[in-house]
């Protein structure tokens, strides 16, 4: 692949660059669609196939190839999403087969916790190195109404098993919503002081199955920015592999405010992340196309060079930005469909 002497040293050029010169360090990569929970902004109805076995989902060996051919394209951080990824049985064995490329330097889980407390210690050992955990209430009872499962104790428990197991710093996923977890600003912020937790307000983004609720919950992450100005948080310098949270620091709190805003001005012009489904299709984005097949460039490990030139050559056709302005969805029925 492409090196450029620098000092006597060859450094890697990152080949995964679109047509208007943003590069993507970051992968993620969905593992399952399947989820035990029933989020009322995901599958409210609980899950429903999307056409595929479970048996259809990419191998480990087909994982390993996907990842392999990214991480020799120049990415440094995958995430495994789902659905609910620890819900595969191989989950370890998903974990140390893409941390096994020398160039992987953060993979992560985004889980809804539902296994934490009994796992988080195996999937540090295999190699896991960030954990988001969704959580979006810290009320037992609203938690159980917004997720259709009472396990909100549990994915607590999880939360501190994951300190126990070594993690430094835990990820948290909040899907704000007008009327339910906007107004509890205050409650979110007294859980953080003392912990080191980033937690993340996400923007709740309109799917094909959830426009009315998006209609009746979206409210904007810029109104979370004022108050936390407000109060004297700062914003931190973004990394080139993190994903698109804006993250805000205060001195008297352990704990980080991340905002992720989709809707927000020029949002798309650091877009720094790819997808690939659980059944194989490159995504260039979480709203849009029905995505770029790989699935039959992963049977051999010889068609390694096909498979790299296939994702580095699809790339030349993602957007500048997506049209969720305009209330266009794309393929995105649900959110478990690519992994969010």
């Not at 480990?60 to 990415?75: C, K, M, P, S």
């Not at 810029?222 to 109060?231: N, P």
């Not at 029905?290 to 030349?316: F, M, N, V």
């Amino acid at each position: 692949m492409p090196a450029s002497p620098v000092f006597g040293k060859v450094l890697t050029v990152p080949q995964l660059i679109d047509a208007f010169a943003r590069k993507f360090y970051y992968l993620r990569l969905s593992i399952t669609d399947v989820c035990n929970f029933r989020c009322t902004y995901c599958l409210p109805d609980g899950y429903r196939p999307n056409g595929v076995s479970n048996k259809s989902f990419l191998s480990l060996d087909e994982i390993r190839r996907v990842t392999h051919a990214f991480a020799d394209l120049g990415t440094e951080k995958v995430r495994l999403t789902g659905g609910e990824p620890s819900l595969r049985r191989d989950f370890c064995d998903v974990i140390a087969t893409v941390k096994s490329h020398s160039a992987i330097k953060t993979l992560a889980v985004t889980t809804n916790g539902y296994r934490l407390a009994r796992d988080v210690a195996a999937w540090r050992a295999a190699g896991l190195t960030g954990l988001n955990v969704s959580v979006d209430s810290l009320d037992a009872r609203q938690f159980h109404a917004i997720t259709g499962q009472d396990k909100f104790r549990e994915v607590m428990a999880g939360i501190d098993a994951a300190f126990d197991a070594g993690f430094s710093k835990v990820k948290v996923n909040t899907v704000l919503m007008r009327n339910v977890n906007d107004i509890h600003l205050n409650t979110f912020l007294e859980w953080i002081k003392t912990r080191p937790i980033q937690l993340r307000f996400i923007e709740l983004m309109e799917t094909g199955d959830g426009s009315q609720l998006f209609q009746n919950r979206h409210v904007s992450g810029e109104t979370i920015r004022r108050k936390l100005i407000d109060m004297g948080w700062t914003l931190q310098a973004r990394g080139r592999s993190d994903g698109p949270a804006l993250v805000f620091h205060h001195q008297d709190y352990l704990g980080e405010i991340g905002l992720i805003m989709p809707y927000a001005k020029d949002f798309c012009a650091s877009c720094n992340r790819l997808r690939v489904s659980a059944i194989g299709n490159l995504h260039l984005c979480l709203f849009g196309e029905d995505g770029i097949p790989l699935r039959d460039l992963l049977a051999e490990d010889h068609q390694l060079d096909a498979l790299k030139t296939r994702i580095s050559g699809g790339l030349q056709l993602k957007k500048k930005t997506h049209f969720l302005h305009q209330g266009e969805t794309g393929i995105t029925r649900n959110l478990s469909y690519i992994g969010g």
